[in-house]
């Protein structure tokens, strides 16, 4: 099990290192990148787009749109936390995923090498979205008293259409 606060910011550092292997590589082979307008205009769409498409998918409840916001609101609460729940450290190490990385410096490396050097930037599309998910989840929880994980627990099967537990509600200052 992880926090999905913790899920959503480790996919932000994985595509960070994603591109931190990607770009000496592409680099080295194709030199630097030249400041032109159009590519960095691109960009900037890109990271709009995904960071709308984020903000979409945390305030809509559409399936069809990618709304997790059901998914908040009917989490399954947990019931034997301490059998269950790792410590918070365990959590954000477990939140990393090399084989995220691989999808994304792969494709980086083969764009970058086969279009030119900006083309390693499409990854740059992963990082608003998970960022506006991460925060918004992060005032979620803190809002509503509770803490979202994503994992299985075979004790307490999750139902149709779930994806996430709670822990117990807290009570929350004012």
């Known amino acids: 099990?992880?926090?999905?606060?913790?899920?959503?910011?480790?996919?932000?550092?994985?595509?960070?290192?994603?591109?931190?292997?990607a770009a000496p590589?592409?680099?080295?082979?194709?030199?630097?990148?030249?400041?032109?307008?159009?590519?960095?205009?691109?960009?900037?769409?890109?990271?709009g787009a995904s960071a709308f498409f984020g903000l979409l998918a945390v305030?809509?409840?559409?399936?069809?749109?990618?709304?997790?916001?059901?998914?908040f609101e009917c989490a399954a609460p947990l019931s034997d936390l301490e059998?269950?729940?790792?410590?918070?450290?365990?959590?954000?190490?477990?939140?990393?995923?090399?084989?995220?990385m691989v999808i994304v410096a792969v494709p980086s490396l083969v764009f970058g090498l086969l279009w030119g050097p900006w083309a390693i930037g499409w990854a740059v599309?992963?990082?608003?979205?998970?960022?506006v998910?991460?925060?918004?989840?992060?005032?979620w929880e803190r809002r509503h008293g509770v803490l979202l994980w994503r994992g299985k627990v075979e004790e307490q099967p999750l139902g149709k259409d779930q994806s996430l537990y709670?822990?117990?509600?807290?009570?929350?200052?004012?």
């Open 1 to 21: 099990m992880v926090r999905y606060v913790h899920y959503q910011w480790a996919a932000v550092f994985e595509v960070g290192v994603a591109m931190a292997v």
């Open 25 to 47: 590589v592409v680099f080295g082979t194709r030199g630097l990148p030249q400041v032109e307008g159009a590519e960095v205009a691109s960009l900037l769409c890109f990271a």
């Open 59 to 71: 305030t809509t409840r559409l399936s069809w749109l990618g709304g997790e916001k059901g998914d």
């Open 83 to 100: 059998a269950i729940l790792p410590t918070p450290r365990e959590s954000l190490l477990r939140s990393f995923d090399g084989v995220f």
């Open 125 to 131: 599309f992963f990082v608003p979205e998970r960022i």
């Open 133 to 139: 998910k991460g925060v918004y989840a992060f005032f």
């Open 166 to 174: 709670s822990s117990p509600r807290t009570a929350t200052p004012d």
